[in-house]
């Protein structure tokens, strides 16, 4: 149980390190001190974690409808020809969009309920959402991302070994 709280803490850091970049780079996000940073980046992970899932589900209709749409119409429209190949980049492209969006209200939302941390508009919510996703992303990757726990089962009572398996 060593380190219980350590994912978290690493997420947080990140998060506010995002947070600071998007200050930086977007003309409409500001925040006043370390206190604000700390509660807008506590925060940010806090939705993250809980509501956003829950408006993703809620969504997925939303982008399986927009998805097939815009497949029926170039399946129509290209007439059998790339209509089949681009229904997977498309269904993908919605879900991204959509991905942002939410994560874009998620900041915006911030903004209106942490003192001292304002994000001004929908469009700087957007640009900083981009930052923030693109800066903890690099930063996952570089700190070392999820943990995997490795789990070795001992061969079957059968006496046939599959080999090892690994659960994730």
């Not at 942002?100 to 309920?113: A, P, T």
């Amino acid at each position: 149980m060593q380190g219980q709280g350590l994912p978290f803490v690493r997420r947080w850091v990140i998060a506010a390190i995002g947070v600071v970049a998007a200050a930086e780079i977007v003309h409409g996000i500001r925040f006043d001190g370390l206190v604000s940073l700390s509660l807008a980046s506590l925060l940010l992970g806090f939705l993250n974690a809980f509501i956003r899932p829950i408006l993703l589900v809620l969504s997925l209709p939303f982008v399986l409808a927009v998805a097939g749409t815009v497949f029926l119409f170039l399946k129509s429209f290209l007439q059998r020809t790339l209509g089949g190949l681009l229904s997977v980049p498309v269904a993908a492209l919605a879900y991204a969009l959509l991905y942002l969006v939410i994560n874009s209200l998620l900041l915006w939302s911030i903004g209106g309920m942490v003192p001292g941390f304002d994000v001004h508009g929908f469009g700087s919510s957007i640009r900083g959402a981009l930052v923030i996703g693109c800066v903890s992303l690099l930063l996952g990757f570089a700190l070392g991302g999820r943990d995997a726990v490795v789990i070795r089962r001992p061969p079957s009572p059968s006496g046939t070994d599959p080999g090892p398996v690994i659960d994730v």
